[in-house]
């Protein structure tokens, strides 16, 4: 049942579940109305919303890195038979449950990592992957393991970008005296921060546009369009020869008896 709270109730709750980074409306009071990059990530959404399906009815949706829910309630406000959202942190999986709850949209919710997907034990046919690639310490074993155990079709990928939103042709192979190739601001390019960035140490890789995009490809999705300069819409294509992809240990069974 949707719980029924005045706006000082609402407003105390938001307080105690925060800092938010999600800024979502919740009966009328905002959860980051201060939020340094606007009313985000509505903004954001804004710009490739009509990139994505309007109607997603016999859908499944994974949300990895869900946040406070905001792209997951979008997902079901779009008629998605069932939506998952997971996140490594307890704090923002309590918002979302908070979020959802008052807004009453039904969403299924984990704290899990993205190294740990095998664990869900399924695939679905849309995959969200928004905000977290530049967070990981192992950006490429990620998109590897999502290819592997939960894309059964889509993914919408985003990543913080900079550097050159070019991109130059690059070949199959350069013989080991090729250097100039190296320092093309095109030529993909990730980007390492040994210490912080925006004040936030989890902020490890950046690429740059081609980079993204060669990373994706390697991982095995084909781009189909790039509604947005951070945003890619891919598909998930068939790979063929051995990856360094590994599953998780953690037996299924184990999984289910522990799950959030």
């Known amino acids: 049942m949707r719980p029924v709270l005045t706006a000082e109730q609402m407003q ?3 307080r105690e579940l925060g800092p938010w980074f999600h800024n979502l409306d919740l009966a009328g009071v905002q959860t980051a109305p201060q939020h340094f990059l606007g009313d985000y990530p509505r903004v954001k959404w804004q710009r490739f919303a009509d990139a994505l399906p309007a109607d997603l009815r016999g859908q499944t949706v994974l949300d990895i890195g869900c946040n406070g829910g905001f792209y997951a309630m979008e997902m079901k406000r779009r008629g998605a038979d069932r939506v998952v959202g997971i996140d490594s942190d307890a704090r923002y999986l309590a918002q979302a449950r908070f979020a959802s709850e008052v807004s009453g949209v039904d969403i299924e919710l984990h704290q899990l990592s993205v190294y740990d997907v095998a664990r869900l034990g399924e695939t679905f046919d849309l995959v969200l992957f928004m905000g ?14 999502i290819h592997e155990h939960v894309a059964r079709d889509l993914l919408v990928f985003q990543s913080m970008q900079r550097g050159s939103d070019q991109g130059v042709p690059v070949a199959p192979d ?7 190739i190296f320092n093309r601001p095109g030529f993909p390019r990730l980007h390492f921060l040994e210490q912080a960035y925006a004040s936030d ?26 509604p947005e300069a951070e945003v890619f819409i891919c598909r998930r294509k068939l790979l063929h020869g051995s ?7 953690r037996e299924a069974s184990q999984w289910e008896e522990h799950h959030d």
């Not at 977290?132 to 393991?145: N, S």
């Not at 350069?174 to 100039?180: G, I, K, Q, S, T």
């Not at 990856?243 to 240990?249: D, H, K, T």
Request: net charge neutral; proline share 9%; with cysteine.
């Open 12 to 14: 105390q709750r938001i």
């Open 132 to 145: 977290v690639f530049y967070h990981l310490r192992h950006p490429l074993l990620a998109l590897d393991l």
């Open 174 to 180: 350069y013989p080991f005296a090729e250097l100039d």
């Open 201 to 226: 140490p989890t902020n490890w890789w950046v690429p740059n546009r081609a980079c993204s995009e060669a990373l994706l490809r390697s991982a095995g999705f084909e781009i189909l369009s790039h």
């Open 243 to 249: 990856r360094a992809v590994y599953p998780a240990y």
